[in-house]
């Protein structure tokens, strides 16, 4: 009976070294000693706004565009998967002024210092 052997197999049966090479994955965090002062500020806040019929949550994703500049995205009721309401969030856009970032929305305004 005759086998045929795949070159693999020829090769480790003749003795070649295999070399397996891994490229070194990018961390896909950054370390906040080497972050700019808009990555204190990105990320997500929960809180409290006042409504007609009392306080509501609101949800606020902060996106940091660089250069000091955001993007906002609230939604009523609280974050996705936490409390939000399903109806379309609002998106606003911000930057720093005087070390504060603020947001203003059609119901609500938010400052982040």
């Known amino acids: 009976m005759n086998r045929v052997l795949s070159p693999l197999a020829m090769l480790l049966i003749l003795g070649f ?8 994955k990018p961390s896909s965090t950054t370390d906040p000693a080497k972050a700019d002062a808009d ?15 009392g306080d509501k949550t609101l949800g606020v994703q902060v996106i940091a565009l660089g250069g000091g500049k955001f993007h906002g995205v ?14 379309e969030p609002e998106e606003v856009d911000s930057a720093t002024v ?5 947001f203003k929305g059609k119901y609500a305004t938010g400052t982040i210092k």
């Open 74 to 87: 609230g939604y009523m009721g609280g974050l996705p998967g936490d409390g939000w309401d399903g109806k």
């Open 39 to 53: 990555f204190a500020i990105q990320g997500e806040y929960v809180g409290k706004v006042q409504g007609k019929d």
């Open 17 to 24: 070294p295999c070399i397996a090479v891994a490229a070194e």
């Open 98 to 102: 005087d070390g504060a970032v603020t």
